[in-house]
């Protein structure tokens, strides 16, 4: 069943090996050279779950990946149980969702401490498990990057998120998310972030205004 169909690939709930799993596969890209294209989608096939190993070692939780085929370019991973925070942030209560925006504020404090940036930072990116666990998916855009300007990309993106989404509460939520975010940083290096995307985001209405 295709759950998803997006510009680099498709997401589709699959059974296998007894279980429910998400299957993931590339397309090819008509405009690119063959070659360069099946270079790309190997690469990219590779890259998505050392990324998700990598955010495992840093303390977040990710899918559990089942394989990797390159020759198809796809990936088989586990389908989390549970709901997209983006479906359920209304329902909570002020405390209730200033709680959860703490806790997604450390997940994200890990990634970046640890050299991950994710690069698609939205709730609909973030699954609340029946155990209460925020489970991080979709690496797709992540990379490797301890550099200033990715994190408060990742920020950037986070909050542009949560204003499009749930812009009567986007306040709240993103404060409890910086709160969270420095409790893992540090205050230095989470203020350094932080104005860092303030300076992004002046950027960006600069560029709408012209």
Same mark, same amino acid.
């Given at each position: ?51 998700? =190993?990598?955010? +495992?070692? *840093?303390?977040?939780? /990710?899918?559990?990946? $089942? ?5 198809? #370019?796809? @990936? ?79 920020? =950037?993106?986070? +909050?542009? *998120?949560?204003?499009? /989404?749930?812009?009567? $509460? ?5 404060? #409890?998310? @910086? ?32």
């Amino acid at each position: 069943m295709l759950i998803k169909k997006g510009a680099e690939a498709s997401i589709y709930l699959e059974e296998w090996c007894g279980r429910k799993v998400v299957f993931k596969r590339r397309h090819p890209k008509k405009h690119r050279m063959p070659e360069l294209d099946r270079e790309i989608q190997i690469q990219r096939t590779k890259h998505e779950p050392q990324m998700i =190993h990598r955010a +495992k070692e *840093a303390g977040v939780p /990710t899918p559990i990946i $089942y394989t990797v085929d390159l020759e198809e #370019a796809s @990936i088989i991973m586990e389908f989390v149980e549970g709901k997209q925070i983006k479906q359920i942030l209304a329902e909570l209560s002020s405390e209730e969702r200033i709680s959860l925006c703490y806790q997604i504020g450390k997940i994200i404090g890990r990634l970046h401490k640890n050299g991950i940036i994710h690069g698609d930072l939205t709730t609909s990116n973030m699954i609340l498990t029946p155990y209460g666990n925020i489970v991080l998916i979709d690496f797709g855009l992540s990379e490797q990057s301890m550099e200033v300007e990715a994190r408060g990309v990742d920020l =950037h993106l986070m +909050k542009r *998120a949560l204003s499009s /989404t749930h812009y009567e $509460y986007a306040d709240e939520c993103f404060n #409890a998310i @910086i709160k969270g975010y420095g409790e893992i940083m540090g205050v230095e290096a989470a203020k350094a972030v932080l104005n860092k995307m303030i300076e992004i985001e002046k950027r960006g209405r600069y560029v709408s205004e012209r």
